[in-house]
């Protein structure tokens, strides 16, 4: 089993900030198959990247996904005050989930 | 568009099963090649992936629940189903429902969520 292991796991960072948030696969992953997702309290998580680098639909461009094999990377260019969230990424081969970075308010 | 609505007991008794629907609006769900999964997330934890259903009928499950769970789908209702046997108090959380296009894509879109207490 695939495992995934964010970092950091909370994150304090000013709106307008850069934001680099990690992914650690524990054996390599195929790019096509890694997805970031963005969860508010209360709500069900969204999804904001898949297949590494490639934007879900009506995500805004601050938001950009990289790399390749064990070692991903989600980076929020500037933040906006709805960012401040929990961010998860997954491995959809096996479907695990990393174990989340919070990003919150300096 | 394609909206998820999970439903079913918010209260399930520990040794009991634990039923859940989802139910799929805006689309057929045997129209196209998806994944229809579920999802849960204790309070205050991260995500845990339950097991999904294709669109064919084939399942996979999270080898850490399988010998608990079941997933199956009707058709003639735009509906798929988790059951989940001999619940525990660590089994309370929120479950979501999800559909993931196979082709790569990720999960998108999730349900609302709906949580379930296991207590007695």
């Known amino acids: 089993e695939i495992v995934l292991t964010q970092s950091p796991g909370t994150l304090s960072l000013s709106p307008g900030e850069r934001a680099t948030l990690s992914c650690r696969a524990s054996?390599?992953?195929?790019?096509?198959?890694l997805a970031w997702y963005q969860q508010k309290p209360g709500q069900a998580p969204r999804l904001l990247i898949y297949g590494a680098s490639s934007r879900a639909t009506g995500i805004p461009d601050r938001f950009s996904g990289s790399g390749s094999g064990t070692d991903f990377t989600l980076t929020i260019s500037r933040l906006e005050p709805e960012d401040f969230a929990v961010y998860y990424c997954?491995?959809?081969?096996?479907?695990?989930f990393g174990g989340g970075t919070k990003v919150e308010i300096k | 568009q394609v909206q998820l609505q999970e439903s079913g007991p918010g209260l399930v008794k520990p040794s009991q099963t634990l039923s859940l629907t989802c139910t799929v609006s805006g689309g057929s769900i045997s129209s196209g090649s998806y994944y229809w999964s579920w999802i849960r997330q204790p309070a205050g934890k991260g995500l845990e992936w339950i097991g999904r259903i294709y669109t064919s009928g084939s399942t996979n499950y999270n080898p850490s629940l399988k010998s608990r769970v079941t997933i199956s789908v009707d058709t003639s209702k735009n509906q798929f189903s988790l059951k989940l046997s001999s619940v525990t108090a660590a089994d309370t959380a929120v479950y979501y429902c999800?559909?993931?296009?196979?082709?790569?894509?990720?999960?998108?879109?999730w349900g609302q969520g709906t949580l379930v207490t296991v207590s007695s």
């Open positions: 997954q491995q959809y081969g096996s479907s695990t």
């Open positions: 999800a559909r993931r296009d196979p082709g790569g894509g990720g999960l998108d879109p």
């Open positions: 054996q390599s992953v195929s790019s096509s198959y």
